[in-house]
């Protein structure tokens, strides 16, 4: 049949096909969903927050529905945050909620790596979509970097203060990186303009752009499953798309909306009427970026100054800690899944999953690693800790050094054998049988 | 399409979850029309969210059929060499665009804005609110942040550390008076440009809030702990015909954190 009826029976044919399509359950594989709810949360969120948020540092007295900072000198910024918050119906929980998905979604994008690394998903034929999320986890957390100066609280302003430092420590382009992010030199009349126009133009297009190729990957090569219930490597078994898995899958959007709004109407988050406006002569204390980059904080607390000049010029140590260090981490991200190919020789596809003790090295590795960052995140604090324990805090950066370089290779020493001692247990034990498929099943299945 | 196991009842309490879901959202609307939205709202829209949910997924388990179904493309399936050298070339691109727009953009007058401060000769040092200070009016133990006259607002980079000291306690480029011995640093810790505070004065040194880096301030700016990878910049002083302190020139050093061109700003 040509013409319209033709193009609706083809379109009928792949909707029944879709429907059809069967995915595997497991807890762990919400992961990545919860991650695009909260995506999604933060882009409705987001869209109410932007059509009133000014990107203006101009000073202007305060004149809002907040006594306590009556007639205070803020910035147009800020004034119009306050006003969201106070005066914009629900804003100030359309605000929090906001904040709250956004440590949501890089908590969960990073437990969902944490999922597909320790079970081996990012092999072949997936590891181009490891590098499409890996990317995604760098973006979650540049955007939330930039979204966290917005409301040009004292916080904020210390914050964007750091990025700017990181960006100008760049040798060579430094300068240029800091104009093109920050629009120039710290406290320059464009920066608030540009860190606006990265946080809810650029960098949210970049994540939904690559978010859809990561969903048509996943669908496209359909998921990976762990062994059992039928399922091998030319067979998926779970639910059909429709009803089953979107029944599901719907419950959990709203599941995790409604987390998110209750967080942000019960618990308050980045109370910036606390925090007082940006002030470029004073910085807070105590001063911590939000979870995610805790690391780096911690790493800037704990590592000795590295100033280093070459040929005359000036490389600073916030190059290394704050460039270096997440550059390194993420490009042994992206790495990894070629060099564990290279390693153990397989060149083969696997839509099989392992679980993390079949692979000790690897899981080791990981743990490591996953320790390393937890340590540091640790340090980002280590001033109030060393005030709470009452020692020096320069005590507290040496138990801080000696904890980051021993802990992670002690954890990944014991998760190495944790995981030999399991698999000779099940060995001592003996092989569990992998259920095979109903042979009635499978042949239907061929047949399609 | 083969309907059968395909339409099925939801059960039970899915019905009365989704239910009670449907009826809290006619409940909102009807809050939000007779009182206008309030704090409670929230609560109210997250409840109906999280109810519905519930509901659904429990509808969605017990609609889910056990089925088994033929992977479509086996072994490397759709990681094809083209593919990957595809988002390679994408990732490619983007990383020659971050690394040849800032080159673009890093021009001779871009850099030396970064060190630039509003620091010129014989420029008279005012408070935060604008006010000029008297050298008299320094005493051992004062610490205060000052400006360039005029620049009190948008000078973030020329802000300054006026301290006063026991006479004989300051090394070099101090003024001293009867009272005291005074010097001025750049206020922009070296480490990430956070401005310094928490004037130690036993010890005679400033600490950084953000990371911790400890300057002191008796012996030009020396880093004493922590992460800094050089003193702070110090402000040459001199005393004007009315009493007043005024900068000789600008800092010894750029201020805040080090870069690629900071010798040439």
Redesign the interface.
């Known amino acids: 049949v040509k013409g319209p009826a033709g193009w609706w029976s083809k379109i009928e044919r792949r909707a ?1 096909a879709a ?4 995915f595997p ?1 497991h807890w762990s594989f919400l992961l990545g969903e919860i991650a695009m709810f909260s995506f999604l949360v933060l882009v409705g969120t987001g869209l109410y927050l932007t059509a009133f948020y000014e990107a203006d540092a101009t ?1 202007v007295p305060y004149q809002g529905a907040y006594a306590p900072l009556q007639g205070v000198e803020v910035s147009a910024a800020f004034h119009s945050v306050l006003d969201i918050t106070f005066e914009r ?2 804003g ?2 359309i605000r929090q ?1 906001h904040h709250w998905a956004a440590l949501v979604f890089v908590g969960a994008i990073v437990l969902h790596a944490a999922r597909v690394f320790f079970t081996g998903a990012f092999r ?5 979509n490891w ?2 999320g890996v ?1 995604l986890m760098g973006l979650a957390m540049a955007t939330g970097f930039f979204g966290f100066a917005l409301p040009h609280d004292l916080l904020g302003g ?1 914050s964007a ?2 990025g ?2 990181f960006a ?13 992010l920050f629009g ?4 320059n009349p464009n920066m608030l303009h540009r860190l606006w126009q990265l946080h809810v133009l650029v960098l949210p297009l970049a994540i939904g752009a690559l978010l859809l190729g990561h969903l048509a ?1 996943v669908w ?3 998921h990976t499953q762990f062994r059992g ?3 091998d ?8 798309a ?21 967080a ?3 618990v308050e988050i980045a109370p910036l009427w606390i925090n007082g406006p940006f002030d ?6 105590p ?1 911590q970026p939000d979870w995610y980059l805790a690391w780096v904080e911690g790493a ?2 704990i ?5 280093v000049t070459v040929w ?7 190059f290394f800690v704050g460039v270096m260090m997440p550059v390194a981490v993420f490009a042994m991200l992206y790495a990894w899944p070629f060099v564990e190919g290279r390693l153990v020789r397989d060149r ?2 696997h ?1 099989i999953l392992d679980r993390p003790r079949e692979h000790p090295v690897r899981t080791a590795l990981g743990v490591a690693l996953l320790v390393l960052l937890t340590v540091l995140m640790a340090a980002a604090s280590h ?1 109030q800790q060393a005030v709470a324990l009452r020692i020096p ?2 005590r507290m ?1 040496a138990v801080y050094r000696v904890a980051a370089a021993v802990v992670p290779l002690l954890a990944g020493v014991a998760a190495y054998y944790t995981c030999r001692a399991l698999l000779g247990d099940e060995r001592a034990a003996g092989e569990p049988p992998s259920p095979e ?1 109903d042979p009635a ?2 042949a ?3 047949a ?1 | ?1 083969d309907r059968e196991g ?3 009842r939801p059960p039970l309490p899915s019905l009365i979850a989704v239910g009670l879901a449907g009826l809290g959202a006619v409940l909102a609307g009807i809050w939000v029309f007779a009182f ?2 309030g ?1 409670g ?3 109210l ?17 017990a ?17 094809r060499r083209r ?2 050298m595809g ?1 390679g070339a994408v ?1 490619g691109v983007a990383a020659a665009g971050a ?1 040849a ?7 001779r007058a ?2 030396e ?2 060190g ?1 401060t509003a620091w010129t000769p014989g420029a008279r040092l005012v408070t ?1 609110e604008g006010v000029l200070i008297a050298a008299e009016s320094i005493r051992p133990g004062s610490l205060l ?1 000052a400006f360039p006259e005029g620049r009190t ?2 000078a ?2 020329s ?1 300054t550390l006026v301290v006063g000291m026991e006479p004989g306690r300051a090394g070099e480029n101090r003024i001293a008076t009867a009272e005291a011995d005074i010097v001025a640093y750049s ?1 922009l810790c070296t ?5 310094v ?1 928490l004037y130690q004065e036993q010890q005679g040194t400033v600490v ?5 880096a400890v300057f002191d301030l008796r012996q030009a700016g020396r ?1 004493v ?6 003193a702070l910049p110090m402000l040459p002083l001199d005393v004007d015909d009315a009493g007043n302190l005024i900068a000789l020139g600008d800092f010894t050093d750029a201020v ?8 040439q700003a």
Not at chain 2, 225 to 230: D, L
């Open positions: 029944y429907a059809k399509k069967v359950g000073t119906p629900m100030g929980v909620t072949r034929p997936r590891r181009l590098t499409i990317t210390t203060r750091i700017h430092a100008v420590s760049i040798p060579w382009v430094g300068p240029g990186v800091a104009e093109m120039g030199s710290f406290g990957l496209l090569q359909t219930e039928g399922a490597e030319d067979l998926v078994s779970g639910s059909a429709v009803p089953g898995y979107a029944l599901k899958t719907a419950g959990l959007a709203a599941m995790v909306a409604g987390v998110l709004v209750a942000g109407s019960l470029a002569t004073a910085a807070t204390v001063a800037l607390r590592l000795p100054a590295a100033d005359g010029r000036e490389i600073p140590s916030p083969r596809g839509h001033d805090v320069e950066t498929p099943v499978r239907k299945a061929e399609g | 399409m395909v339409v099925k206008g939205p704090p709202l929230g609560i829209i997250s409840i109906v969210l999280a109810l519905g949910g519930v509901g659904l997924a429990n509808w969605g388990r609609a889910g059929s056990s089925d088994l179904q033929e992977r479509h493309q086996k072994g490397p399936g759709l990681e593919l990957l988002f990732v690394v727009v800032p080159a673009a953009l890093r021009t871009a850099t804005r970064l630039a935060t942040t607002r948008d973030v980079s802000q206020k480490h990430m440009a956070c401005p505070g950084c809030p953000c990371h911790q880093v702990r922590g992460p800094a990878g050089r805040g954190t080090g870069f690629w061109g900071r010798s």
